[in-house]
């Protein structure tokens, strides 16, 4: 039997996990010398109550290494394969501490997918191995979901530099200069993982825009839906999905409050969209 099994970052909840047959394995949020494990000990909403009334930034944590042991020696016990959807190793140390204890455990049928990004990028790839796993072996999945990862655009609209200044992205006068000029950068991912600047507007409006651009240049495949995503408050995520609903599929995977790991670093009031572009060659044709 295939199983499946991903990270909290992904926004998938252990309930959802729950019903859908999905292992999440938790990651921690830390307040100071708090920390409270993602999903069970704290709420993303009271996550983001927490972050805008906390003068610390927020860490965020990989989950123990005895939640990847255990899973991973059950598997092994029962002749299982496994396929888990990873947050991008770039972003956190949770796929080198999975990939250390799977060679601990000795078993090659673990298939560990760095999904080269987090949130919503992670539930197409989640979706997509629970859409394989009767038909296809583990390593199948694993080589279907490679290649899918990097099909997978994820744009945020940021509503504050403060976050990215403490978060040592940005520098004090820069987040000054930005924040009087209400400048709202678009957030991606590279090609490699990591989390990069794809462009500073004035404005919330002409961030919207410059969204909307960005993804009429791109080959939309329409077949794998849409995911929304919004930190704290979703205003600004309807909008996005207003001027946005005709240029990508009307097939919504989830609209949701973003996961704290993630929301760390975009801080309150940013919206985010992900969808997936067709491979180059449908898109060349």
Request: net charge negative.
């Amino acid at each position: 039997m295939v199983r499946i099994a991903t990270d909290s970052s992904s926004g998938i909840t252990m309930e959802e996990g729950e019903k859908l047959g999905v292992t999440v394995v938790p990651l921690s949020i830390n307040f100071g010398e708090e920390s409270f494990v993602d999903d069970i000990e704290m709420t993303k909403e009271a996550f983001y109550e927490k972050l805008v009334s906390s003068k610390e930034l927020p860490t965020t944590s990989q989950p123990a290494p005895s939640y990847f042991y255990d899973l991973f020696e059950d598997v092994k016990k029962k002749g299982d394969e496994l396929v888990m959807v990873l947050i991008s190793g770039k972003l956190s140390g949770t796929f080198a501490t999975a990939s250390a204890i799977k060679k601990e455990v000795g078993y090659e049928k673990i298939y560990l997918v760095d999904s080269l990004s987090t949130i919503g990028s992670m539930r197409f790839l989640v979706n997509e191995a629970l859409r394989l796993k009767d038909d296809h072996s583990g390593e199948e999945i694993y080589s279907i979901l490679c290649e899918l990862r990097h099909r997978i655009r994820l744009l945020a609209i940021i509503d504050t530099l403060e976050y990215l200044k403490r978060g040592g992205r940005l520098s004090s006068i820069g987040a000054f200069i930005g924040n009087i000029l209400n400048i709202k950068p678009i957030l991606s991912v590279d090609d490699e993982g990591g989390a990069k600047i794809l462009a500073k507007k004035p404005g919330f409006k002409m961030a919207l825009s410059a969204v909307k651009n960005i993804i009429q240049k791109s080959e939309v495949d329409k077949s794998y839906g849409t995911y929304y995503g919004y930190t704290m408050k979703d205003e600004r995520c309807k909008m996005l999905i207003e001027e946005t609903k005709d240029l990508v599929s009307d097939k919504i995977i989830a609209i949701e409050n973003v996961s704290g790991v993630v929301g760390t670093h975009i801080g309150p009031n940013g919206c985010v969209i992900i969808y997936v572009e067709k491979p180059k060659s449908q898109s060349q044709e």
